[in-house]
């Protein structure tokens, strides 16, 4: 799971000041990289439309600055909210209808790519913009918009053959290899598969990664609703089934001038890290 905010400052002190008062509860704060500092709040742990606008419409104004809401976990759409002093740039979200949103909200997180532009380092095109959002052939790729569908169909004919006895192989291998993986960086795959914060499995997940998976694969329901969220990904449609969520992600840092390590990251993952150099630990 990767889950963050940046804003578009070197002032580290200014942004500690405003932005501590905006967090729910705990949030890790960075120290700044290419122009751009980075936010991870525990509070933002799924795909919250309406919390991520707040906390960027929010840090934008209080520093009157752009600010950046990032969110992306396995089986859950890359959603991003983009404000600039207190006024909404873009929303986006690759798979609205994994969200609850009206109407009126799915069309206001389509994601517009000419509204990136006054953002983007120099030299990146809004036709890569629109490729990257909503699945068009790349520019100078060759490809052509019924390469990139056909490519689509053939990519979703073939989710039949994830069988949940495939997704619990899966799983059984995780139980062999995550034996030393930080429990804390693991807890963003259980919460994807839709389980509340206080799920018995979490506390498992914490003190027992290993045991945690090979129980998991034993859980017929679960692993069930592993492959069926696996396959609801590739049937989102062409941006999603040709660019996968995270890589999305990775590419609208590029874009952004924002270094692509700290888009793939979260508090959780900063946190188990245990305070690492040049991040402070901001509390409301």
């Given at each position: 799971m990767f889950s963050s905010y940046h804003v578009r400052t070197e002032d580290v002190e200014r942004a500690s000041r405003q932005l501590a008062p905006l967090v729910r509860g705990q949030a890790w704060l960075s120290q700044p990289e290419r122009g751009w500092i980075s936010l991870y709040d525990a509070y933002l742990d799924r795909p919250d439309p309406d919390e991520m606008q707040r906390m960027a419409l929010s840090a934008s104004q209080q520093l009157?600055?752009?600010?950046?809401?990032?969110?992306?976990s396995p089986g859950s759409p890359l959603v991003y909210v983009l404000a600039d002093r207190g006024e909404l740039v873009d929303a986006y979200a690759s798979r609205p209808d994994a969200l609850s949103l009206s109407v009126e909200e799915r069309a206001q997180f389509r994601g517009r790519a000419h509204r990136l532009m006054?953002?983007?380092q120099p030299g990146v095109a809004q036709e890569g913009l629109e490729a990257l959002l909503h699945g068009g052939p790349p520019p100078g790729s060759g490809l052509t918009a019924e390469h990139v569908d056909a490519m689509r169909q053939q990519l979703q004919g073939?989710?039949?053959?994830?069988?949940?006895?495939?997704v619990q192989g899966m799983l059984q291998q995780a139980a062999?290899?995550?034996?030393?993986?930080?429990?804390a960086m693991l807890e963003g795959f259980l919460r994807s598969m839709g389980l509340p914060p206080d799920h018995p499995a979490l506390v498992q997940m914490k003190t027992n990664p290993s045991e945690f998976f090979a129980r998991l694969a034993a859980d017929e329901s679960a692993v069930k609703q592993f492959a069926d969220n696996i396959v609801r990904g590739f049937?989102?449609?062409p941006g999603e089934a040709i660019v996968p969520p995270q890589d999305q992600a990775v590419a609208l840092a590029h874009a952004l001038g924002i270094d692509p390590g700290r888009v793939q990251l979260s508090f959780m993952a900063v946190n188990g890290l245990g305070a690492p150099d040049g991040f402070r630990l901001l509390t409301r």
């Amino acid at each position: 799971m990767f889950s963050s905010y940046h804003v578009r400052t070197e002032d580290v002190e200014r942004a500690s000041r405003q932005l501590a008062p905006l967090v729910r509860g705990q949030a890790w704060l960075s120290q700044p990289e290419r122009g751009w500092i980075s936010l991870y709040d525990a509070y933002l742990d799924r795909p919250d439309p309406d919390e991520m606008q707040r906390m960027a419409l929010s840090a934008s104004q209080q520093l009157e600055v752009p600010a950046l809401g990032l969110f992306v976990s396995p089986g859950s759409p890359l959603v991003y909210v983009l404000a600039d002093r207190g006024e909404l740039v873009d929303a986006y979200a690759s798979r609205p209808d994994a969200l609850s949103l009206s109407v009126e909200e799915r069309a206001q997180f389509r994601g517009r790519a000419h509204r990136l532009m006054g953002y983007v380092q120099p030299g990146v095109a809004q036709e890569g913009l629109e490729a990257l959002l909503h699945g068009g052939p790349p520019p100078g790729s060759g490809l052509t918009a019924e390469h990139v569908d056909a490519m689509r169909q053939q990519l979703q004919g073939r989710m039949p053959q994830m069988t949940p006895e495939m997704v619990q192989g899966m799983l059984q291998q995780a139980a062999q290899q995550l034996r030393f993986v930080p429990p804390a960086m693991l807890e963003g795959f259980l919460r994807s598969m839709g389980l509340p914060p206080d799920h018995p499995a979490l506390v498992q997940m914490k003190t027992n990664p290993s045991e945690f998976f090979a129980r998991l694969a034993a859980d017929e329901s679960a692993v069930k609703q592993f492959a069926d969220n696996i396959v609801r990904g590739f049937e989102a449609g062409p941006g999603e089934a040709i660019v996968p969520p995270q890589d999305q992600a990775v590419a609208l840092a590029h874009a952004l001038g924002i270094d692509p390590g700290r888009v793939q990251l979260s508090f959780m993952a900063v946190n188990g890290l245990g305070a690492p150099d040049g991040f402070r630990l901001l509390t409301r």
